[in-house]
């Protein structure tokens, strides 16, 4: 069963992940919301700028928390105005359409194309239409360790509710040029 505001909550972490910063300020980031009951834009767009922007810096996102802040406000807000508080509205909207559904994500404010890319790949287990997907960090590499050079390969690697996770760790090996330690590991 997903968690209350899966959707909404997957946002986030999307716009929280394709920030600058530590995966770790995330990681601190979305408990911090969890924790504090902020998992709908309502509760979200409800809180002070201040409030927000304090979560985020002691989460770890330093000089980045004031504009983070306001990019999760505006993305609130734009749920709460356009589409009934819930990113669920959009995916209605889509009719099942990826590329509808991904060009209404980007017109959100603050979610560019890398969040978009994110959203979609944690996505896909709950919003079946979006199997498979692999962000393009993902397939980079995915490619250079031999694992596949689309999504529907990739996914041949793994049972279907592995492959969000598996593109995702496979897209912060990208991101942090990640490739020697893993190599090491293997081979050890």
Not at 20 to 30: D, E, F, K
Not at 40 to 59: I, K, T, V
Not at 60 to 87: D, F, N
């Amino acid at each position: 069963m997903p968690e209350e505001g899966s959707a909404f909550l997957g946002l986030c972490a999307a716009m929280l992940r394709t920030t600058p910063g530590a995966p770790s300020s995330a990681l601190r980031a979305m408990e911090a919301l969890r924790l504090r009951g902020w998992r709908s834009a309502g509760a979200l767009g409800a809180q002070p700028a201040g409030s927000l922007e304090s979560l985020l810096r002691e989460a770890g996102y330093k000089g980045h928390a004031a504009p983070l802040s306001r990019r999760l406000h505006a993305m609130a807000a734009h749920l709460a105005e356009r589409w009934e508080g819930t990113p669920d509205a959009l995916r209605l909207a889509a009719g099942g359409q990826v590329a509808a559904l991904r060009r209404l994500l980007r017109k959100m404010p603050g979610l560019g194309k890398a969040a978009v890319d994110s959203f979609c790949q944690d996505m896909q287990l709950l919003w079946t239409e979006l199997y498979p997907f692999a962000e393009p960090r993902a397939l980079r590499a995915a490619r250079r360790l031999r694992l596949g050079g689309d999504a529907a390969a990739l996914a041949g690697n793994c049972p279907p509710e592995e492959l969000p996770r598996l593109a995702a760790a496979l897209a912060q090996i990208e991101r942090q040029d990640g490739y020697t330690l893993l190599t090491r590991r293997l081979s050890a």
